[in-house]
């Protein structure tokens, strides 16, 4: 199974998004499961490119591991989750791939986001229940997708 974790990699959400990925890696036992993280993806000699090309590089290439990708797992930090994110989950929708969101936050939650997903969970990184969160999510992956449903929205959908 091919993932694709999408997710903010700015500076403050970074850590997030390597605990959700360490966990993944560290708990899907028993399947040949490849995670692909944007934000690890090495240009080689990047520093050789113009910004325009460096950048078509990194896009393609996440255009590709998208459309390769089983599953697509967005980390989501509310209504306001980054452009980039949230493009390549409607890409994902658009190319008819199961989708599950995590929103971190109790943030208001786009509506966009809710609906093209298969399943959505509200979490809160630093909450007890963070974990069981975690649990039923790769309990998710052993499940036929036709067989999934999304919990509720415990933020406001807008």
Request: charged letters at 20%; glycine letters at 4%.
């Amino acid at each position: 199974m091919r993932i694709y974790l999408a997710g903010p990699c700015d500076s403050e959400n970074r850590t997030t998004m390597w605990k959700i990925a360490t966990i993944l890696r560290n708990n899907i036992h028993g399947r040949e499961v490849e995670i692909y993280c944007p934000w690890e993806l090495k240009i080689e000699d990047a520093w050789t490119y113009s910004q325009e090309d460096w950048a078509t590089l990194v896009f393609n290439a996440d255009v590709e591991a998208i459309h390769n990708c089983d599953l697509f797992i967005m980390v989501s930090v509310g209504r306001n989750s980054t452009a980039g994110t949230n493009w390549e989950q409607g890409f994902a929708y658009a190319l008819g791939k199961h989708i599950i969101v995590i929103q971190i936050t109790s943030n208001p939650t786009s509506l966009m986001t809710y609906c093209g997903c298969d399943i959505f969970i509200s979490t809160d990184i630093n909450s007890k229940h963070f974990k069981d969160d975690m649990d039923y999510l790769i309990d998710m992956l052993d499940v036929n997708p036709m067989y999934w449903s999304k919990d509720k929205c415990y933020s406001t959908l807008t």
